[in-house]
């Protein structure tokens, strides 16, 4: 195991899909996927004092490989009603006012934070003021040389701010987004040009844009260039995690040395698998975890 803990940061919570519910949230998602690569990825979040944050405990505590530091508090857990359209691609209802919003920051939080190597976090954990600030010191308190400080700005519904967006790109050195997040964020910081990911790079001084395309393929914006990959034809049960998993192979494989191209390579590979799977957190196949 890899020393210094590759951290997903923010909302951990049960995605209550058509068969039954599920582990999941963004960065959970995200630190599961990179420990599968022999990372130390450790979820941070809170959990209720409920029947539904002792489960998700349970289940993630038998995760293979997969820490969590999970602080209970006074709110319910979270939970996040899933649909899915006819090609497997969700639709969230998500609940308010539930544990994700309010993580605490901890002695044990600042230990963590002060042995990262890289953390992933999002928008949707921040509309709450207790859970933003404790994110926000996390990426203070965390060691910024050397250092992966991912942005998956996962927006969802009405639940991001101007503000909260702009603080974070300041504060990543790799933003992750989609092709109906980018328009949304052009439109909100005024971005000029016709290459937007690149403009945003260089605006906020970002060293790598990750831009998924759906079934239209993926790019990631470097200093070097554009690594650009179409998405595999696979039989696709559902999307969800999908993405989340894209953004830990990739990081993952950078963090071992690999190239942004072969990093991304096996992204889209570990990525494809998960939508033939039902749910976010599959086992990946040991083969597209060794390939260099």
């Keep these: 195991m890899e020393t210094g803990y590759v951290v997903g940061l923010g909302e951990v919570l049960f995605d209550c899909l058509p068969e039954g519910r599920k582990p999941g949230g963004a960065p959970a998602n995200f630190a599961y996927h990179a420990a ?17 944050g002792a489960e998700i405990k349970q289940i993630l505590s038998g995760v293979p490989s997969l820490q969590s530091h999970l602080e209970e508090v006074d709110y319910p857990t979270g939970t996040v009603q899933v649909t899915l359209d006819s090609e497997g691609i969700p639709q969230y209802e998500i609940c308010t006012g539930v544990a994700y919003d309010n993580i605490p920051w901890t002695e044990k939080l600042e230990e963590i934070a002060r ?33 992966l400080r991912v942005f998956d700005i996962n927006l969802r519904q009405q639940w991001y701010t101007r503000e909260v967006i702009k603080d974070s790109l300041q504060r990543c050195n790799i933003l992750k987004l989609n092709d109906e ?74 963090l071992r040395g690999d190239s942004i191209s072969r990093a991304h390579t096996v992204a889209v590979k570990v990525s494809a698998y998960v939508c033939t799977q039902s749910g976010a957190m599959p086992e990946i196949p040991a083969f597209l975890i060794k390939q260099h």
């Excluded at 290459?195 to 831009?211: E, K, P, S, W």
């Design 36 to 52: 599968q690569f022999g990372l130390n990825g450790i979820a941070v979040s809170a959990i209720g004092r409920d029947a539904l």
């Design 115 to 147: 042995n990262t190597r890289a953390v992933c976090w999002g928008s949707l954990a921040q509309r709450n003021a207790v859970s933003r600030d404790t994110i926000v010191r996390f990426l203070d308190t965390m060691p910024q040389e050397g250092t």
């Design 181 to 254: 997040e980018l328009p949304v964020l052009v439109e909100m910081l005024d971005i000029d040009g016709d290459d937007a990911a690149r403009a945003i790079m260089t605006q906020y001084n970002i060293d790598t844009v990750i831009l998924t395309m759906g079934t239209r393929g993926s790019c990631v914006y470097h200093n070097d260039g554009v690594s650009i990959m179409p998405t595999p034809k696979v039989e696709v049960v559902d999307t969800v995690g999908a993405g989340d998993s894209f953004t830990g192979a990739l990081v993952a494989c950078m």
